[in-house]
Nanobody
Framework: QVQLVESGGGLVQAGGSLRLSCAASRRTFSTYAMGWFRQAPGKEREFVAAISRSGGSTSYADSYLGRFTISRDNAKNTVYLQMNSLKSEDTAVYYC??????????????????WGQGTQVTVSS
């Protein structure tokens, strides 16, 4: 089992940037593909981005392509989400998640086994 702890959320003005971090508890971090999801009030949790075990493959939801960047540092057991050009509609709780799956990282939240507690991102217009 792996524990995930997100950080880096907060209040930012529209057009600004934030970098979210997700630290994993286990040294076997590199055996997990990682994903970022978000959930706005009254909405379902939705896929944002994912990255393969090695970091060599990434996947993004169309809405975030070009604005958000996912990366990972396996030596630090951490995955990041760099968010630029933030909009008010990006306001949500952001979650990181881990899956054992190989290959192209999945966008399906039901295929992720472990989840963090979430970090709030609020973008003011």
């Amino acid at each position: 089992q792996v524990q995930l702890v997100e950080s880096g959320g907060g209040l930012v003005q529209a057009g600004g940037s934030l970098r979210l971090s997700c630290a994993a508890s286990r040294r076997t971090f590199s055996t997990y593909a990682m994903g970022w999801f978000r959930q706005a009030p009254g909405k379902e949790r939705e896929f944002v981005a994912a990255i393969s075990r090695s970091g060599g493959s990434t996947s993004y939801a169309d809405s975030y392509l070009g604005r958000f960047t996912i990366s990972r540092d396996n030596a630090k057991n951490t995955v990041y989400l760099q968010m630029n050009s933030l909009k008010s509609e990006d306001t949500a709780v952001y979650y990181c998640a881990a899956t054992y799956q190989w290959g192209i990282p999945t966008r399906n939240k039901n295929e992720y086994e472990y989840w963090g507690q979430g970090t709030q991102v609020t973008v003011s217009s």
